[in-house]
């Protein structure tokens, strides 16, 4: 569930009390259905922000270690069939594995996301604050 590394930030990002950020989180926000999160990537920035790579980076690894472990065991469907890459993580599982529950792992890996990148916004958002008040203050 690789989503799971950006919708959390999408969320945060419309939460945001910034223009900036609420102008990025609504134009990402229906390309990021279809998997197209590259708005949230570089428009934030995401990869290149010493803030959210952290969260970045381990938010999708776990999510799909969670992600693999629950579909190796007998609680879901398996994948029997190839589905484009674009298909809104929600449909996904359902559509390739016939089985409705796989939607939980979707929902599991957005959590875990969450989860990660909250304390990391938090940290960012205040940087965010501070540097605006030095420029106020030059």
Known sequence: ??????????????????????????????????????????????????????????????????????????LFGKFYALVPWATPPFLLGPIGTGDWKTILIVVISFIIGFVLYLPFWRVYLRSLVQRDHELEAQ
């Open 1 to 74: 569930m690789w989503v799971a590394a950006v919708w959390p930030v999408i969320l945060l990002i419309l939460l945001s009390k910034r223009k900036e950020h609420k102008t990025i989180g609504l134009t990402s926000l229906v390309p990021g259905i279809f998997t197209i999160v590259e708005p949230v990537i570089y428009g934030l920035p995401l990869a290149l922000n010493p803030y959210l790579i952290v969260p970045f980076i381990l938010s999708g690894t776990i999510a799909n270690g969670v992600g693999y472990l629950l579909m190796s065991s007998d």
